[in-house]
């Protein structure tokens, strides 16, 4: 059974920087897409970002498009999200997924999750 652990949230002030880090467990990574995944209080979860398992391919939410950099290492069985240039609108639950369907920023192609890590922007 795939595991997958979030790392790396904390608090940020606006226009800083955050890597979060998705460590996996009990499978290998290499035949599954990565998806990041964020939730606010009181809003629905959004797709933030998705990488192919080759690391070929990559998809941003237009909210963060330019801001953040999806990454992944099959060696370390990790994936990554880099946040540049945090906003207080940034601030959610961050969830990593995998899928066994393909890239995607909808999180019904997504069957495993991880437990979330919080990202807080703010001064």
């Known amino acids: 059974q795939l595991q997958l652990v979030e790392s790396g949230g904390g608090l940020v002030q606006p226009g800083g920087s955050l890597r979060l880090s998705c460590a996996a467990s009990?499978?290998?990574?290499?035949?599954?897409?990565i998806g990041w995944f964020r939730q606010a209080p009181g809003k629905e979860r959004e797709g933030v970002s998705c990488?192919?398992?080759?690391?070929?391919?990559?998809n941003y939410a237009d909210s963060v498009r330019g801001r953040f950099t999806i990454s992944r290492d099959n060696a370390k069985n990790t994936a990554y999200l880099q946040m540049n240039s945090l906003k207080p609108e940034d601030t959610a639950v961050y969830y990593c997924?995998?899928?066994?369907?393909?890239?995607?920023?909808?999180?019904?192609?997504?069957?495993?999750w991880g437990q979330g890590t919080q990202v807080t922007v703010s001064s």
């Open positions: 997924a995998a899928s066994n369907r393909g890239e995607s920023l909808s999180a019904v192609d997504f069957g495993d």
């Open positions: 009990g499978r290998t990574l290499d035949y599954y897409a």
């Open positions: 990488i192919s398992s080759s690391g070929i391919s990559t």
